[in-house]
Each structure stands twice: as C-alpha cells, then as structure tokens.
C-alpha cells in the first residue's frame, strides 16, 4: 500500500444560497494509500458528502486538484460511489439494477470478463435476481446497491455512509463482507462514517475532517490488533484519543457515535 491511489491537493469548494457563497472546502488535503480503506470522520455538514462527490466528478472544486492512480481523465480514474439510500430503479429486478451501469458507453471495458451472472453470485444476490426492489430487505438492497457499483470494476470506491439506516446487527454483517469484497477486489476505499468504532473496525487508517469549511486534521494509523479486537486496551486508548480530538477540534461531540459490536461474519 505504499503508492497514492487518490490525492486531493487544496480542495476549495463552495455553495451559493442567495447572494451569498460560503465555502465547504477549504485547504483541504487528502492522499488514500493504494488498496487501503480509510474511514472518514466528521461533524454533520463539515463537507465530508461533498468531497466524495467531487472525487466522483459529480461536483466541481472551485480550486484545487484531485488525482486518482495517476490520471485526471475520467475513463482512467474509474470510480465508484455508493450513497446511504440505495436508490434502485424499481421497476427494475434486482439483476436488471447491478447491470444497469454496463449499459452506458463509458463503462464498456467491463463488459467482457464481470457478467452480471457472475456478480450476483459472488455477491449472494443469485436466489433474488429477478425480485424487485420493494421486495428486498434493507441488507439485500445495499448490496444491491454495491453490486451495481463494483460491477463496473472501479479502482477506487466512494462509500457514503451506506449501512447508517440498517439495524446494528445487519449493518455490522454488511461491514464485515464489504471488508471481505475490497480485499478479494484490491479496492481502495474511502467511506465516511459517524461511528467512531465502526471507523476502528474498517479503517487502515482515521481521518478527521475540521466542521465547515472541512480540511483533513488528524490522521491515525490502525493496527490489524485494534480492528480484531476493538475492546483490547490500544483499541480503547485509540477510540478515546479519537473522541476526544473530535470534540475538541471537529467541534462535533454531538455527532459522535461509538458503538462497540464487532462485526458479525455470517451473511445477512
């Protein structure tokens, strides 16, 4: 994980409302190992949503430069974003949904060797490829969701929060397979989080945003040891230092969470 799969350099956003601008972003600088997953933190509205949309090119800096593997086209990047909400098509199966993204020129590279069959299988989605999105629990619709995501083959995946609406035990399942998907896939992954714990249990490493306008503040390492054992004592001094950081410099204690179950291993 030594080589940069992403970098943001002097990130500067703003939004309008009326007459008036304020800005977001704001000297914020981001370098994302190769294959790693970091887990950014951050008090509502300090831009953590936004910057993942920039990375994305759904939204614009106004200043600033984004590099991802080397390149700055957008067929060279080949990113992905996955938001909270799944936001399927419904009326459109949940096999019709993941190959949706195959259909636009762009992402024609991945056709060959990621059949949609494929995927659903790997994905455990195979027994309910033909239902329909309102037939689908909250776990099977995020996966849902992913597969349409990573079937386009995507180097670097944007995760927006996507298991803050499932119900601890699922989401806590969903976090340990999404591990398992970035690992067998070499994924570099950047997902935004509230949960301080759950930051612990899929972050190599923690990334604090400052409240708006965001920049990137602190930045931890996480030992393998700390995400096998979350309630070792580094685990908790590092959970402790983390919290506390936040509320003093994110001016976010509010928005903490910090849960302490471990994620599951069985498939929801």
Known sequence: MGALALRVAGGYK???????????????????????????????????????????????????SITINGGTGHRAERV??????????????????????????????????????????????????????????????????????????PRVLLLDEPFAALDPRTRATLTAWLLEVQRKRRLTVVMVTHDVSEAL????????????PGSIGDVWEVAAAVRHDRESPSARALRSEIVSRYATDAGGASSIHSTHEPPKREKP
């Open 201 to 212: 249990a899929v972050g190599d490493r923690v990334a604090l945003m400052s409240a708006a």
């Open 80 to 153: 992905g974003i996955a938001f909270q909400r799944p936001n399927l098509y419904p009326w459109l199966t949940v096999a019709e949904n993941v190959g949706l993204g195959l259909r636009f020129a762009a992402n024609a590279a991945a056709r060959p060797d990621r059949p949609v069959e494929a995927l659903l299988g790997e994905f455990g989605l195979a027994p309910i490829a033909d239902a329909y999105p309102d037939e689908l629990s909250g776990g099977q619709a995020q996966r849902v969701s992913l597969a349409r995501t990573v079937v386009t083959r």
């Open 14 to 64: 703003t939004y309008h409302h009326g007459t008036r601008e304020f800005a977001v972003l704001r000297d914020l600088d981001l370098e994302v190992r190769d294959g790693e997953v970091l887990a950014l933190l951050g008090p509502s509205g300090c831009g953590k949503s936004t910057l993942l949309r920039v990375i994305a090119r759904l939204e614009p800096l106004q200043a600033g």
